[in-house]
């Protein structure tokens, strides 16, 4: 558990607990109220970067996202004898999710594009917080450095269908500052509605493109749905909730249709990699997990393919019919 000399920075006291199932930091409620964080150096080569880069965005999500609270000497964070950097936020009781129930699936798709619309004319500077983080073609390299030639994981050709996939991806032209990691269990839910009370686990804010995103958060929606008329009702539920606070132009509904593809393959290749130099990155609880996480990313990869004609259409219809009322 933390330290007292930890807790003493922030002047904290009270019964600890661990919080949410987090692959790459350690975190904390303290107290009921309070939420202290330990960000994973293996990771984050620069964790302060973590912290400049969420100030540098706050003032246009502030309500969206938990507020950062200082230490009792006014820095924003706290580097330990160990070199671990900490940070504290506000806890808030709420509900979370690693498979969202349906009724908050449009919730979801409502929070994730509000908080995408108002960094759209964001133009403050960001830190890289990973290197070549959301870069595919990286990814892919590195596997094919790495690959280990085993029975147990995919054939060898894995790596030239990637190669043909991105190589044939409609590629967007917009860019913005986005979150990194629009997944589901990354939103805090009211304990009595379906309303999203905050976004957490900005660490990989970037300069990118909204469409990463958004085939994150369809990918994350779609996790462990076996009916295809229940993931149907879920695509369109995401769709209308994410293209009502964030319109796009109907150009753009290709790469958006694609994206949960693109997604999906660069995290099933980032799993798969990780297996194979043995877990350094996602953590895991037993042998072979992160082969299993690749496995799973990859079948969705063959699924979205077999629907992404029928997203671009949904993707189209509302990209035609839904405005934004400026907030």
Wanted: glycine share 6%; net charge negative.
């Amino acid at each position: 558990m933390i330290s007292n000399s930890i807790l003493a920075q922030w002047g904290l006291s009270g019964p600890q607990a661990r919080l949410g199932n987090g692959l790459i930091n350690d975190t904390f409620c303290v107290d009921n109220r309070f939420v202290l964080q330990r960000i994973n150096k293996q990771v984050f080569d620069h964790p302060q970067r973590l912290v400049t880069n969420f100030k540098n965005v706050h003032d246009h999500v502030l309500d969206l996202v938990p507020r950062l609270l200082p230490t009792v000497g006014g820095e924003d964070c706290y580097e330990d004898s160990d070199g671990d950097v900490w940070r504290c936020s506000v806890y808030y009781r709420s509900r979370n999710f690693q498979s969202l129930p349906d009724e908050l699936v449009y919730a979801a798709g409502q929070a994730f594009g509000l908080f995408l619309f108002r960094l759209r004319d964001c133009t403050v500077p960001l830190e890289p917080a990973i290197p070549n983080f959301h870069d595919f073609e990286y990814y892919l390299n590195e596997l094919e450095q790495v690959w280990l030639d085993d029975d147990e994981q995919p054939d060898r050709s894995l790596i030239d269908r990637c190669r043909e996939t991105f190589n044939q991806r409609p590629v967007s032209g917009q860019r913005q500052i986005i979150h990194g990691d629009c997944k589901v269990n990354n939103l805090l839910f009211d304990l009595r509605s379906d309303k999203v009370v905050r976004i957490v686990d900005t660490d990989t804010l970037m300069w990118g493109s909204p469409v990463w995103d958004f085939g994150d958060l369809v990918r994350s929606v779609a996790m462990d749905i076996e009916q295809d008329d229940k993931l149907k009702k879920r695509l369109n539920s995401v769709c209308a909730g994410f293209f009502e606070q964030f319109p796009i132009p109907k150009a753009e509904a290709k790469c958006y249709a694609f994206a949960p593809i693109h997604m999906s393959m660069m995290l099933g290749i980032r799993f798969l990699t990780d297996h194979m130099l043995g877990n350094q990155y996602f953590k895991v609880e037993r042998v072979g997990e992160n082969m299993d996480r690749a496995k799973e990313q990859l079948m969705l990869v063959e699924r979205f393919d077999t629907i992404q004609d029928a997203l671009h259409t949904t993707i189209l219809a509302y990209s035609e019919t839904c405005s934004k009322i400026e907030v």
